[in-house]
């Protein structure tokens, strides 16, 4: 047992406290790591305001990186002094979605991870949001939870690989393939959706149209690789795109906000046989509406993106050595550093929609 300082959400809507708790030790197949920085996402404002459920109470943060401390006795992939990524779909390995290569969508890391008990106050337990729980000076994690990477790599940047830069680029590249010469729209110009366009530029896709109602975030958009930009609030963002790309509508549009009313514009902006894809998480109550008979006579698509679709330990190495190489954007997303105890204002500015991405750094 250790006492670690930690942002604890205790209830939906309450301030974020940073709290002292008790972390166990590693079990054979966990991996105890000092996290050196975690990223401030939408998803851990969604488990404040409730609009994501998750129990109560528990250690935001599911964007880290950070250094193994110690291992558990059954632990092969990792070491003592590795730099690691944090990846918040650990997964089993054996179960079906394992074994027919879709280790995104596996359930059985995540339930076991969910039921880990790694913090406690008070004799109970503090879970983790998406079982990392990064807002903290240590947690535990899975040992398929820790992807190694380069120790020269600086954990600020590399931390946002953990969530939204492979969130973003997977659903660009994994999710849609999104083939040279495409349209793309992407709706959110935010953490997430800056790395969606910057996986369109990757992927070659022309023109890629941001639509953000926040022109701060546009003029992030061209720098990560818009080539048009369209302020939704001053006008009708699905008439933009339909002007933009001949009429037709753009081949795939982005849905990075988790709005239902955003859903739906990207539907009508995606042009017929096109595909809508689903990245933002929307309240778990909220309903989507469509108009249904578009999904057969234009034979669109919609589907959804989790954490980019992505193969995490093929993923990771992958978009590392394209930021190496200078092709993928990392450091500057991160507009601006916040202490732990400065948790507060990171959500803040979060909501205020001042940065690209906060992170806390340790
Ligand atoms: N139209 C256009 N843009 C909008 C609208 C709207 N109606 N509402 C919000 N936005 C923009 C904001 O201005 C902001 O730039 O969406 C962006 C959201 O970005 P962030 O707040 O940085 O959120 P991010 O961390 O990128 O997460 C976005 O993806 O993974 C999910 O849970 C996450 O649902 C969240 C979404
Ligand atoms: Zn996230």
């Not at 999104?178 to 022309?206: D, I, M, R, Y």
């Amino acid at each position: 047992m250790r006492t670690v300082r930690a942002a604890v959400v205790n209830a939906v809507r309450d301030a974020v406290r940073v709290e002292p708790l008790s972390l166990r030790e590693p079990r054979a197949d966990e991996v105890l790591v000092r996290l050196g920085a975690s990223g401030v996402c939408h998803s851990d404002l969604h488990v404040i305001t409730g609009d994501l459920p998750m129990p109560l109470p528990a250690v935001l943060g599911h964007e880290g990186a950070g250094v193994v401390e110690e291992v558990g006795a059954a632990v092969r992939r990792v070491k003592v002094g590795d730099h690691v990524v944090l990846s918040w779909v650990p997964y089993c390995g054996s179960c079906w979605y394992c074994e027919s290569g879709h280790t995104h969508l596996c359930e059985m890391g995540y339930v076991k991870s969910l039921a880990a008990e790694v913090f406690t106050r008070d004799g109970g337990a503090v879970g983790q949001l998406a079982g990392v729980g990064s807002m903290a000076e240590f947690t535990v994690v899975p040992e398929s939870g820790c992807i190694p990477i380069d120790a020269d790599i600086p954990l600020d940047s590399a931390c946002l690989v953990g969530c939204g830069v492979m969130t973003g680029v997977g659903a660009v590249i994994n999710t849609a393939r999104v083939e040279p010469g495409q349209s793309v729209a992407v709706f959110g110009a935010g953490g997430v959706g800056l790395n969606v366009v910057q996986g369109a530029a990757l992927a070659g896709a022309h023109p890629i149209i941001a639509v953000d109602l926040n022109e701060r975030k546009l003029g992030l958009a061209r720098a990560f690789g818009a080539t048009h930009v369209v302020n939704g609030g001053a006008g009708d963002a699905v008439a933009a795109l339909q002007e933009l790309t001949g009429g037709r509508g753009v081949d795939v549009s982005f849905e990075v906000i988790g709005s239902p009313d955003v859903i739906l514009q990207a539907f009508l902006g995606t042009r017929r046989g096109g595909k809508t894809v689903v990245v933002g998480v929307a309240p778990a109550t909220a309903m989507v509406s469509l108009p249904g008979f578009l999904l057969p006579l234009a034979e669109k698509s919609l589907v959804g993106s989790l954490y980019g679709s992505a193969d995490m330990a093929r993923d990771v190495p992958r978009l590392i050595a394209l930021y190496r190489a200078g092709k993928l954007k990392l450091d500057e997303l991160v507009t601006r550093r916040f202490a732990l105890n400065e948790v507060g204002e990171a959500f803040a500015a979060l909501q205020a929609g001042d940065v690209a991405r906060g992170v806390i750094t340790f």
